[in-house]
């Protein structure tokens, strides 16, 4: 199987028919896709002017995608290295047990689906790297009480996710299951007590 560096050449080949480079693009958000594959996807599509299905994307636009999700790439890479070299010191102190941090970091290794979006065609508008550069000051500050991202305060708890952890608080601006350990304990309460708010009137 390739491996991301693998297929972003693929995309970069400029004798490669397009279709194969579109592809090829396309199985890169296999590899790293920070909102999930059909978000990732969406909003590259989004911010490059790239017609979703269009099977012949203009070259320069597709190459401006990759781009793009490189630089985010990189930039959650260096953040891994340094949670690793965090890891390796607590376990070397005695510290082997993993926190509530440390089980949200294993579900998002590898940066798939770090800031994932439920809804597909609602996502941060902001470049991909600078998007994970507020998420990873968030991981490495105090909690606060708003999205880490968009800095928007209205969070709904989501008992209904596609995936693991199956339910978490979710931006109502930007789209994106909230890390618990960057929000406060009184955010994620309030939170959740909106859900029952909704729960009731609907009842």
């Known amino acids: ?32 896709a920070p ?17 979703p299905e269009d099977r012949s994307p203009d070259p320069v636009r597709l190459m401006r995608a990759l781009d793009e999700l490189e630089a985010a790439r990189a930039v959650w890479l260096g953040y891994e290295a340094g949670f690793a070299e965090r890891r390796r010191r607590e376990k070397h102190d ?6 509530a941090f440390d089980d949200w970091h294993r579900r998002t290794w590898g940066g798939h689906g770090v800031a994932r979006c ?10 991909l790297a600078e998007v994970l550069g507020r998420l990873i000051a968030a ?48 955010a994620l309460a309030k939170a959740r007590s909106a859900r029952r708010q909704d729960l009731a009137s609907a009842a």
């Open 1 to 32: 199987m390739a491996g991301f560096r693998s297929l972003a050449r693929q995309v970069r080949d400029p004798r490669g028919d397009l279709a194969l480079r579109r592809y090829s693009l396309r199985k890169c958000l296999e590899r790293f």
């Open 35 to 51: 909102y999930g594959h059909r978000a990732t996807w969406d909003h590259l599509c989004a911010r490059h002017g790239i017609e």
């Open 94 to 99: 005695g510290l082997r047990r993993p926190g």
């Open 118 to 127: 439920e809804d597909p065609t609602v996502h941060p508008s902001a470049p």
């Open 139 to 186: 991981l490495e500050s105090k909690p606060g009480a708003s999205c880490p991202v968009c800095a928007g305060a209205e969070i709904a708890w989501r008992p209904d996710l596609e995936r693991e952890p199956w339910s978490g608080p979710v931006c109502t601006g930007c789209g994106i299951l909230v890390p618990q350990p960057v929000l406060t304990p009184g």
